[in-house]
């Protein structure tokens, strides 16, 4: 079992903000801001791609509720959502980051750098592969 798991089950005890028939939000104990809420889906899912379908709408209807709640709480400006699949995935559980911003906070843009592609040949065999790789998908 895993410690998201735990939580739901009342194992591990967590500061819930909110909770549904589906879905888990509480506070972050590693916070990036105070008010940091992870948001996971009650049954063991690891990442955004295992999500079941009918469980997409659900999901992201509590995360936009809690992106619009979040900064009324706590005098924020805005949030900024996040999650992570597999890489920087700290717990193998989906969780989405709803995280309170104001402007001016110290935290800018994404944590990572950026790279540019080598060529406009670049940009079109990576849209190309994307695309093919979306085709086959939905085959």
Same mark, same amino acid.
């Given at each position: 079992m895993c410690i $998201?798991?735990?939580?739901? @089950?009342? =194992?591990?005890? =967590?500061e819930k903000?909110?909770?549904d028939e589906l879905? %888990?939000? $509480? %506070?972050d104990i590693r916070p990036v801001f105070p008010g940091h809420v992870l948001l996971i889906p009650k049954a063991h899912v690891e990442t955004f791609p295992d *999500?079941?379908?009918? @469980?997409? =709408?659900? *999901? $992201?209807a509590t995360?936009?509720? *809690? =992106?619009?709640a979040i900064p009324v709480a706590l005098d924020a400006d805005g949030t900024?959502?996040?999650?992570?699949?597999v890489v920087s995935q700290s717990v193998?559980? %989906?969780h989405v980051h709803v995280v309170p911003r104001r402007r001016k906070d110290g935290l800018r843009g994404f944590f990572w750098p950026r790279n540019s592609y080598d060529s406009a040949e670049h940009v079109e065999s990576v849209a190309n592969a994307i695309r093919a790789a979306i085709s086959a998908e939905r085959a």
């Open positions: $998201f798991c735990d939580i739901v @089950s009342g =194992a591990i005890t =967590a903000v909110y909770e879905a %888990l939000a $509480f %506070l *999500l079941p379908d009918a @469980s997409i =709408a659900p *999901l $992201f995360a936009r509720m *809690l =992106a619009r900024f959502v996040a999650m992570n699949n193998p559980h %989906l």
